[in-house]
């Protein structure tokens, strides 16, 4: 085991976990790339670190420079712990409402939150058109991170995730299964892989009220229903997403994923995040529907803690209509025959 020289270093180099009771009831091998492992404990320290870094080398974020960007938890959090380590502060701007768990280790973290009323991405008061106003305000005072369009972010992943995961199961990769947000960790993970294997399926799983599977299918951005999924799913193409090499997308209620998540965790001892159970929920579909035996590979963005609020909050999941009790996979199965 390698001793590291700073909290970076931890970046990366995640393990990749056999999801044992999905895999025994598929007869295929489901395999989560732990990215809660990074230090900032999700998938967005790569990107933050890679844009960061990238920024740097070309002179745009200069010493005692602000890094300034619109997000609502994982990416805020990767932005503000990579920064700290570096001397850089922070300011992350976000809706309310949005999951008290990530707002808190921002915070925690030391950047500084701006926290906006919720606004449709249409209107001038979004958080994400918010963080780009203050930047191009005083540009020499802030650096404008810009996830959604920065290619650095699909970079870290072309770079590291996924030859990380081809070199973990030594080639033998048969399917990719991630959502989308910014777009980065499939964009960059699908190049990568379909470059080694063009005959790597790539799925997108996308959460009702996203309209991303509508535009791979028809060209057109359209949405229908709601998700409790925060981070994922976007009506708009960007330029990480249009990077993606994707073969086909599935959409999933979130009933589906609140059963999935109280399932392995009664039998892996796994406590998944949101993201991290939709994307298990669309890796158990694609095991379901593959020949047996293959491979299938997604990510586990964050653990649960993140998500107690939401996804592990009775109360909330009451409020919604989603039923935490039920841990009938077979109830799931039986809608994909």
Known sequence: MKVCENILDLIGKTPLLKVNSLSRLTGSSIYLKCENHNPGGSIKDRAAFQMIQ???????????????????????????????????????????????????????????LNLLEPAPFSSPLHFYHTAQSIALSEPKKYWWANQFENLSNQKAHYENTGPEIWSQLKGQVDYLVSVAGSGGTIAGSSQYLKEKNPNIHVRLVDPEGSGLKSYLESGEFKAKGSSITEGIGIMRLVANFAKAK????????????????????????????????????????????????????????????????KLYNPTFLKEKNLDDTNIDIQQILKKWE
Request: proline content about 4%; glycine content about 10%.
């Open 54 to 112: 990238d920024a740097i080398a070309s002179s745009q974020l200069k010493p005692d420079m602000t890094i300034i960007e619109g997000s609502p938890g994982n990416t805020g959090i990767g932005l503000t712990l990579v920064a700290q380590a570096l001397g850089f502060k922070t300011m992350i701007c976000a809706p309310k409402g949005q999951a008290q768990e990530k707002i808190r280790l921002i915070e925690a973290l030391g950047g500084k």
């Open 246 to 309: 994707i073969d086909d997308a599935v959409s999933f209620p979130d009933q589906d994923l609140v059963t999935l998540s109280r399932y392995v965790k009664k039998e892996d001892g796994l406590l998944l995040g949101l993201s991290s159970a939709l994307n298990l929920v669309g890796a158990l579909y694609t095991a379901y529907k593959a020949p047996q035996g293959s491979n299938i590979v997604t990510f586990m963005c964050d653990s649960g803690e993140r998500s107690f609020s």
